[in-house]
């Protein structure tokens, strides 16, 4: 029985997710410059767009070093 490719992407990410959120807990990296917080009555919205693409950024950046 063959491991799927993708399942061990899915657990590379998972376990990369859970030691870098204490990191960017502890450097209080949000909210950024671009992240849309909107309050209005009962209901709060939250857009975390300027996060994303830094989020996006950085793991592009980390798989294109590892396929080298």
Do not use: N, Q
């Not at 990296?29 to 950024?57: K, Q, R």
Request: aromatic fraction near 14%; glycine fraction near 4%.
């Amino acid at each position: 029985m063959r491991f799927p490719a993708f399942l061990g992407w899915v657990v590379i990410m998972l376990l990369g997710a859970l030691v870098l959120c204490p990191a960017v807990a502890y450097l209080d990296l949000t909210p950024l410059p671009g992240d849309f917080h909107i309050h209005y009555d009962d209901m709060e919205f939250y857009l975390p767009l300027a996060s994303s693409l830094v989020a996006s950024v950085v793991l592009t950046l980390l798989f294109w070093i590892i396929r080298k």
